[in-house]
């Protein structure tokens, strides 16, 4: 019967087949992943939110409270299905608003909360994820405009004659700041996927391994050898009958 040191010594005597084995498999994973899988690309535009007033320093330090309170809705309805609707409409994309409503993502930036709990910035950055880089682009930036538009529609205010201050326009809107030139290349993070196809490539090498040297009687080494002999022979050493 073999024991746990004879697999050791065939495991030993095969570690560069093991080695070999346990170094390719990840490898031959991510070539496999870069031919088969889809690749996706993201663009981005940078949108501020401005609310109107007199350039005066108090309207201007309360308009800036008023755009920051207002981001946390900016980033729910830049990722509406409402948005998306209105988005796929003007480019005819081939996809539903939920669809593309997943595919979107937005946060204020620089990200964080002042100590009263409002977003601490009015800049909105708003980020579309597809397959082909120019429709993404064309995505992430009609989906800005359109945006920017229900902005305005939705504080739109109206003067009347007897109002003391004649204005007619947003209260707040966002407006463009930067928009979608480029799209760039999503890396997805495959380690889970190269960690796996390392332990799968190790453990197969390791059977292989032992199926071969007991195939070749590998595990006879010269103590298993005498023991083989010792048990054919008598103890006054005559061989049995």
């Not at 980033?75 to 979107?104: K, Y």
């Not at 009015?122 to 995505?139: M, Y």
């Not at 004659?161 to 928009?179: K, N, S």
């Not at 195939?215 to 008598?234: H, I, K, M, Y």
Request: net charge negative; glycine share 8%.
């Amino acid at each position: 019967m073999p024991r746990a040191r004879d697999y050791l010594t065939i495991l030993a005597k095969g570690w560069i087949v093991i080695l070999v084995a346990t170094l390719l498999a990840p490898a031959a994973a991510f070539g496999l992943h870069k031919l088969t899988a889809e690749r996706s690309y993201t663009a981005s535009v940078l949108l501020f939110a401005q609310v109107a007033g007199d350039p005066g320093t108090y309207s201007a330090y309360a308009g800036g409270i008023g755009a920051n309170s207002r981001m946390s809705t900016y980033v729910s309805l830049a990722q509406s299905t409402v948005i998306s609707e209105r988005t796929i409409e003007t480019l005819g994309l081939p996809l539903t608003p939920s669809e593309l409503a997943a595919n979107v993502t937005a946060a204020w930036e620089p990200y964080g909360v002042s100590r009263f709990g409002r977003p601490s910035s009015a800049l909105l950055r708003v980020k579309v994820t597809g397959t082909d880089p120019q429709t993404t682009i064309d995505t992430v930036n009609t989906l800005a405009s359109v945006l920017m538009k229900m902005s305005g529609e939705l504080e739109w205010i109206e003067a009347k004659p007897t109002d003391p201050i004649q204005y007619t326009g947003p209260v707040a809107e966002l407006v463009a700041v930067d928009p979608a030139t480029v799209a760039h290349e999503v890396q997805p993070d495959i380690t889970n996927i190269l960690l796996v196809a390392a332990g799968v490539g190790f453990a197969l090498s390791v059977v292989l391994v032992l199926a071969f040297g007991l195939a070749r009687d590998e595990v006879l080494t010269p103590g298993q050898l005498r023991q083989v002999a010792n048990s054919f022979t008598s103890p006054s050493g005559d061989a049995r009958s």
